[in-house]
């Protein structure tokens, strides 16, 4: 947890701080054109995959046989899917009517092929939680890749730029790997040994596939009614509440998962597993999105400048979805980690079906705001789906995980509600009132979590070292 932190910390970090650069150095049309084609990258990416590094480390003793296969099954989908989209890249770009999709799309794609050679290392090290490798390498490829883009962008490459940097951050983990992770490929490739693994991770990756689409539809609308610059907007809004919801989440699912491989026969600690990490999570990232939600507008005219202002009610109400986003993941790698694959699949297959007509209902009727209550019905019906799952299959009951969430919930809105009304009393300026939004809400919730002291909040302190909570030894020198 403790490395997978520093790499999750260190790349929100480099992605902030470039970020910042990147939105003065970049337009709204570069930022996209990348969005336009996320769909396509996203569900390619899934076929290069195909579910079968979640299947590996699901097995409990994968063989040489194994990572050969799926190596050599990676590499021949993932060659095959560039093709497709080196091919298509020309009717895409007249699907959106600006040529330069093509070429971008091209290059872009490259990153299909070069991932394709990590899959296994990658794999193996998640297994063994070397994270500490991870997390090195990762950091060390920000750096270089943020840097890149960066002066790309001050030299005038547009879009380019963004396309560098996915490419960097594909390319020196593949090749730090390679030779960091000693196992190599032999020349075998067994059917049963696909099969087997085909087994569990064929509906992961129709899983996966569905999720891609569901997850970038919106992009897909709004780059087709609207134009680049309104994609651009939706797109920046978009990153931006994905960092703070998801940053956290991303750091414990990536733990969490081997992990729940490794007890998926014992249901009870299992359960105990998922309820900490629950109330963990929402006790950490609700407060963030509540106040990201009353101090947008500041937050975006500081970090972007005002060039930004029409991302901030796209922001806002996509907050209102990242509340419910932070906590899917750790139900639904819980129903993967058991071998539930099937069950994932046609309950995903329900979710998106859902989502999908929920995102087009609300783009045809009310346009693009619309559109963002749809993202918003999306993402809360996907988190009561994913808890009926856990409720079902592993026993931690949905009424008992709501109850868990409550405190943490209530008291986030109660703060949020106050530190409104007392702004819109005041009648600040836009920084002095976002600063006063952010003390009033962080003086309401730390004094209830210092006076009550919620479950979730010793959960809390258990991420934490010892030595780094100096509240907790003045605490205790002072019972002394």
């Given at each position: 947890?403790?490395?997978?932190?520093?790499?999750?910390?260190?790349?929100?970090?480099?992605?902030?701080?470039?970020?910042?650069?990147?939105?003065?150095?970049?337009?709204?049309?570069?930022?996209?054109?990348?969005?336009?084609?996320?769909?396509?990258?996203?569900?390619?990416?899934?076929?290069?995959?195909?579910?079968?590094?979640?299947?590996?480390?699901?097995?409990?003793?994968?063989?040489?046989?194994?990572?050969?296969?799926?190596?050599?099954?990676?590499?021949?989908?993932?060659?095959?899917?560039?093709?497709?989209?080196?091919?298509?890249?020309?009717?895409?770009?007249?699907?959106?009517?600006?040529?330069?999709?093509?070429?971008?799309?091209?290059?872009?794609?490259?990153?299909?092929?070069?991932?394709?050679?990590?899959?296994?290392?990658?794999?193996?090290?998640?297994?063994?939680?070397?994270?500490?490798?991870?997390?090195?390498?990762?950091?060390?490829?920000?750096?270089?890749?943020?840097?890149?883009?960066?002066?790309?962008?001050?030299?005038?490459?547009?879009?380019?730029?963004?396309?560098?940097?996915?490419?960097?951050?594909?390319?020196?983990?593949?090749?730090?790997?390679?030779?960091?992770?000693?196992?190599?490929?032999?020349?075998?490739?067994?059917?049963?040994?696909?099969?087997?693994?085909?087994?569990?991770?064929?509906?992961?990756?129709?899983?996966?596939?569905?999720?891609?689409?569901?997850?970038?539809?919106?992009?897909?609308?709004?780059?087709?009614?609207?134009?680049?610059?309104?994609?651009?907007?939706?797109?920046?809004?978009?990153?931006?509440?994905?960092?703070?919801?998801?940053?956290?989440?991303?750091?414990?699912?990536?733990?969490?998962?081997?992990?729940?491989?490794?007890?998926?026969?014992?249901?009870?600690?299992?359960?105990?597993?998922?309820?900490?990490?629950?109330?963990?999570?929402?006790?950490?990232?609700?407060?963030?999105?509540?106040?990201?939600?009353?101090?947008?507008?500041?937050?975006?005219?500081?970090?972007?400048?005002?060039?930004?202002?029409?991302?901030?009610?796209?922001?806002?109400?996509?907050?209102?979805?990242?509340?419910?986003?932070?906590?899917?993941?750790?139900?639904?790698?819980?129903?993967?980690?058991?071998?539930?694959?099937?069950?994932?699949?046609?309950?995903?297959?329900?979710?998106?079906?859902v989502g999908i007509i929920a995102v087009v209902?609300?783009?045809?009727?009310?346009?693009?705001?619309?559109?963002?209550?749809?993202?918003?019905?999306?993402?809360?019906?996907?988190?009561?789906v994913n808890i009926s799952l856990v409720s079902?299959?592993?026993?931690?009951?949905?009424?008992?995980?709501?109850?868990?969430?409550?405190?943490?919930?209530?008291?986030?809105?109660?703060?949020?509600?106050?530190?409104?009304?007392?702004?819109?009393?005041?009648?600040?300026?836009?920084?002095?009132?976002?600063?006063?939004?952010?003390?009033?809400?962080?003086?309401?919730?730390?004094?209830?979590?210092?006076?009550?002291?919620?479950?979730?909040?010793?959960?809390?302190?258990?991420?934490?070292?010892?030595?780094?909570?100096?509240?907790?030894?003045?605490?205790?020198?002072?019972?002394?």
């Amino acid at each position: 947890m403790l490395w997978t932190s520093i790499q999750m910390f260190a790349g929100i970090g480099m992605s902030f701080i470039s970020g910042i650069i990147l939105a003065r150095l970049l337009t709204p049309f570069d930022y996209g054109c990348i969005g336009m084609l996320s769909i396509f990258m996203g569900l390619a990416g899934v076929f290069t995959d195909g579910g079968f590094g979640s299947a590996l480390i699901q097995k409990k003793q994968p063989t040489q046989t194994d990572y050969s296969t799926i190596f050599f099954w990676n590499m021949g989908v993932s060659v095959l899917v560039y093709v497709i989209l080196f091919v298509c890249a020309p009717s895409i770009a007249r699907f959106y009517k600006i040529p330069l999709l093509s070429s971008v799309l091209r290059v872009e794609g490259l990153v299909l092929i070069i991932n394709a050679f990590n899959v296994i290392q990658n794999s193996q090290l998640r297994k063994k939680l070397d994270f500490r490798a991870i997390s090195i390498v990762t950091l060390f490829t920000s750096i270089i890749a943020l840097g890149t883009a960066i002066w790309m962008a001050h030299k005038g490459f547009g879009v380019w730029a963004l396309v560098a940097l996915y490419l960097i951050s594909a390319a020196i983990p593949t090749a730090v790997f390679w030779f960091y992770v000693k196992w190599r490929p032999t020349w075998t490739f067994s059917w049963q040994s696909f099969n087997g693994l085909f087994g569990f991770g064929f509906f992961i990756f129709l899983t996966n596939l569905i999720n891609s689409f569901g997850q970038r539809i919106q992009g897909l609308l709004i780059g087709k009614v609207y134009n680049p610059t309104t994609m651009g907007y939706y797109s920046k809004a978009e990153s931006t509440e994905q960092l703070a919801s998801t940053s956290i989440s991303g750091i414990m699912t990536q733990v969490t998962y081997p992990l729940y491989a490794e007890v998926q026969d014992d249901k009870e600690a299992l359960s105990n597993m998922i309820r900490r990490l629950t109330m963990t999570l929402a006790y950490i990232t609700f407060p963030l999105m509540f106040v990201l939600l009353l101090c947008a507008k500041p937050v975006f005219v500081l970090l972007y400048s005002d060039r930004w202002l029409q991302s901030v009610p796209y922001f806002q109400m996509l907050c209102f979805a990242g509340l419910a986003g932070c906590l899917q993941a750790v139900n639904y790698q819980a129903i993967s980690a058991i071998g539930k694959s099937k069950t994932m699949f046609v309950w995903t297959l329900l979710k998106r079906v859902v989502g999908i007509i929920a995102v087009v209902s609300g783009l045809l009727f009310y346009g693009i705001r619309g559109l963002l209550v749809g993202v918003i019905i999306n993402y809360w019906f996907s988190y009561f789906v994913n808890i009926s799952l856990v409720s079902k299959h592993i026993g931690y009951k949905v009424w008992r995980q709501v109850c868990d969430l409550l405190p943490v919930a209530i008291t986030s809105l109660i703060a949020a509600a106050v530190s409104y009304v007392a702004s819109c009393s005041l009648h600040w300026s836009m920084y002095p009132d976002g600063m006063l939004r952010f003390f009033v809400y962080l003086l309401i919730y730390l004094g209830w979590s210092f006076i009550v002291r919620p479950e979730a909040y010793t959960y809390f302190l258990t991420v934490i070292p010892e030595k780094f909570r100096f509240w907790e030894r003045k605490k205790s020198s002072d019972g002394r």
